[in-house]
């Protein structure tokens, strides 16, 4: 595949935001793909949010296989982040106010010795396509910030209100100027992270495909009604074809579709129709 990087003007001008408004708040709520929660978490964050009590949570965790997730909550609080998977789609507020507490107690506590009911005000970040918006507005309990599955939408800081004592800020998502680790680039495109109209759809789909069969083989296979030769090793595009075939997905004469398959591989496996997928192996832990 051709080499993939996406960091439009948009992003720059988010980190400086995020940068000016890091004072104003008591703590932040990051945001990662549980499906992928190394590859979609902004390495420039550390340094950006020093200070700071950081909460991580792992988002789409109904996507992402149940073993793998906990295996990266112990990893993550390993490292001390306090770690939470989550669905914004169908989660309870609940499950992630305890840890919000925990983050803020003693600053709310410091407060409310002086005679101050504190509100509670925290940032929400994360790379684009992370489910942000979707989870400020499951907090909320109803639509108040616009959310969509394509990366980009969010362009500018907005405060949310949550109940009588809780702000949170929604931010555009960031990567970082370059994403030199392909692989890590690879796993955002395949997550929707990247823009789609940047990358040649087709090429990304195979790719795909290729990572599918190796981590998840008999539900890729069965979901896309793939057959392959015994002891065949299919090239990308190959394993495309095979899908268009398998699936119906056909133009005059038998021939494969390749641009609407790949659209749709894209959108089947964004959307969980392959299975519960973890694309990240845990490092090992010393």
């Known amino acids: 595949m051709a080499t993939i990087n996406w960091y439009p003007g948009h992003m720059a001008k988010s980190r400086r935001m995020l940068i000016e408004q890091m004072r104003a ?135 949310v209100k949550v109940g009588n004592y809780l702000e949170l800020l929604d931010t555009p998502g960031m990567l970082w100027p370059k994403l030199e680790d392909q692989q890590v680039a690879q796993e955002l495109a395949f997550l929707g992270s990247v823009r789609d109209q940047i990358l040649d759809g087709e090429e990304l789909a195979g790719a795909l495909l290729t990572r599918l069969m190796a981590v998840a083989p008999e539900a890729t296979a069965a979901r896309f009604k793939i057959r392959t030769e015994e002891g065949e090793e299919p090239l990308p595009e190959r394993l495309l074809e095979l899908a268009c075939k398998g699936r119906g997905w056909l133009l005059s004469g038998a021939r494969p579709d390749t641009a609407r398959g790949a659209a749709l591989v894209l959108d089947e496996f964004r959307s969980g129709k392959v299975g519960r997928i973890t694309l990240d192996q845990v490092p090992e832990r010393l």
């Open 25 to 159: 708040v008591d703590a932040v709520i990051e945001l990662c793909d549980a499906r992928a929660p190394y590859a979609t978490r902004n390495p420039d964050l550390d340094a950006l949010c020093r200070g700071k009590q950081r909460i991580l949570i792992l988002n789409k965790a109904d996507l992402a296989e149940e073993r793998r997730t906990r295996q990266w909550m112990d990893y993550f609080r390993d490292q001390g982040l306090d770690a939470v998977k989550f669905n914004a789609n169908g989660g309870k507020a609940k499950e992630v106010l305890a840890p919000i507490q925990r983050a803020t107690q003693a600053e709310v506590e410091r407060m409310k010795a002086r005679g101050v009911n504190k509100t509670v005000r925290l940032m929400v970040i994360g790379i684009p396509n992370v489910g942000k918006s979707t989870f400020i507005n499951r907090l909320y309990g109803s639509n108040v910030t616009k959310a969509s599955d394509r990366p980009g939408v969010t362009r500018a800081k907005q405060w």
